[in-house]
């Protein structure tokens, strides 16, 4: 059965539950040795996550058993077992789903802390890990995820074993070996799935774009704009977009203005004029105007239909 688990990555980012910490910036934690089912997880907080919500964090899970089933950026993500999913952080997800017998080792890590694991590894992390609008899913053989769980549970044992102020390094290095790990295997997948160059230019500009709209979705809504961000015409960046996604960039930038909106009215209580002026609308009334006719509903009969969720 899948269930809602609002508050699973609460739990396991948290500081109580013997997580693995550095400070407010990198927690770890997994549900291998234990047998509560995801019922179990679900907490009670003063504000829990309502879809949709932007991801403040970068997070990487691995994945040992059960299922896990998000929509993430417009994306639909199915996640089984020896599967390695990150997110990083400004990503919007939309749903989030997973069954009973899930078992994972979660990460979360700010910006600051992934750009030093990716800045001390011999491999380039930009080659395989550049877009920030697109999560990275792979699979991993059987005996690389056994020698890794092993890996953790020792890491896992000394950092309880020393002294709290060596803690913070232990859990660097631990950090520093899934790394470079995770960005050979990134490495080994896109020597197999290379491209010929037409398609891989319509794929890097939509890519590109993908990017862009996560960094100034909330601001920018013309093609001009995104175009000029990669340095081509408008008609031939409309072009490569519509080959590479089946929608023109007047269409995906629509979609990035109201998964921002509808984050925002989901999960805070900012007021509507508050919104308008936060995603650069003239005024409340232009915001309104622009939601309804995409949502079919104000977003004031929004926030209170998704209030009652």
């Known amino acids: 059965m899948q269930t ?23 927690y770890i934690n997994d549900n291998l040795e234990v047998d509560h089912k995801m019922l179990d997880f679900r907490l009670t907080y003063s504000r829990p996550y309502s879809y949709p919500f932007k991801m403040a964090f970068t997070s990487a899970i691995l994945c040992y058993g059960g299922t896990i089933k998000t929509v993430i950026n417009h994306r639909e993500y199915n996640v089984g077992v020896n599967d390695v999913l990150v997110v ?23 910006d600051k802390s992934m750009y030093e694991m990716f800045s001390y590894s011999t491999l380039d992390a930009n080659a395989y890990i550049m877009h920030r609008s697109i999560p990275v899913l792979i699979n991993i053989d ?18 309880m074993s020393v002294e709290p102020m060596y803690r913070s390094e232990v859990v660097k290095g631990y950090l520093y070996i899934t ?21 891989r230019r319509e794929k890097e500009l939509y890519l590109q774009f993908m990017d862009d709209l996560q960094l100034y979705g909330s601001k920018e809504r013309t093609v001009s ?9 408008p008609k031939y960046f409309s072009k490569m977009i519509h080959r590479a996604s089946g929608k ?16 925002l009215l989901n999960s805070t209580d ?26 079919k509903m104000s977003p004031m009969k929004y926030r209170t239909m998704a209030s009652k969720k």
Do not use: W
């Open 4 to 26: 809602p688990v609002n508050q699973l990555l609460l739990r396991f980012f948290n500081k109580e539950n013997e997580s693995m910490v550095v400070g407010e910036s990198i």
């Open 88 to 110: 990083q952080s400004g990503s919007v997800v939309e749903q989030l789903t997973a069954s009973d017998d899930m078992k994972i080792i979660a990460m979360a890590f700010d």
């Open 142 to 159: 059987d005996e690389e995820m056994d020698r890794h769980k092993c890996l953790y549970r020792d890491i896992r044992k000394f950092y």
């Open 179 to 199: 790394t470079v790990n995770f960005l050979s295997n990134l490495k080994k997948k896109s020597l197999r799935d290379d491209v010929d160059y037409e398609h």
């Open 225 to 233: 704009f995104y175009a000029d961000r990669c340095c081509v015409s």
């Open 248 to 263: 023109a960039p007047v269409r995906l930038i629509k979609e990035r203005v109201i998964i921002e909106a509808t984050t």
């Open 270 to 295: 900012m007021s509507i004029q508050q919104i308008a002026d936060a995603l650069n609308f003239p005024n409340d009334s232009f915001f309104c105007r622009y939601f309804k006719q995409e949502v």
